[in-house]
Nanobody, 123 residues
């Protein structure tokens, strides 16, 4: 079992940057494939980025490709999302997600979710 806590949300102007982090507590962090999802006001939750257990593979939604970078530090039991050139449509609650397989991590089908952190991009 793992508990996830997100940090780093906040308000930023269009074109700005933020770095989100996800801290994990519990055992066997390297057992988990990880992902970031977001839910914008009035919309369904959507996939943002995912990363394999060792960081060797990463995946991005088309809408963030080239602007966002996902990474993880297994020694620190942490995952990160570097967000650059943020746009107003990036306003959302961002969630950290953990799963036991890459497909589950990318599809949001894993068991573990953080409580989310708010990102607001002012236009």
């Amino acid at each position: 079992q793992v508990s996830l806590v997100e940090h780093g949300g906040g308000s930023v102007e269009t074109g700005g940057s933020l770095r989100l982090s996800c801290s994990a507590s519990g055992n066997q962090f390297t057992s988990y494939y990880m992902g970031w999802f977001r839910r914008a006001p009035g919309k369904e939750r959507e996939f943002v980025a995912g990363i394999s257990w060792n960081g060797g593979r990463d995946y991005y939604a088309d809408s963030v490709k080239g602007r966002f970078t996902i990474s993880r530090d297994n020694d620190k039991r942490a995952m990160y999302l570097e967000m650059n050139d943020l746009q107003p449509n990036g306003t959302a609650v961002y969630y950290c997600h953990a799963a036991f397989s890459m497909p589950d991590a990318l599809g949001g089908a894993g068991l573990y979710w953080g409580q989310g952190t708010q990102v607001t991009v002012a236009s």
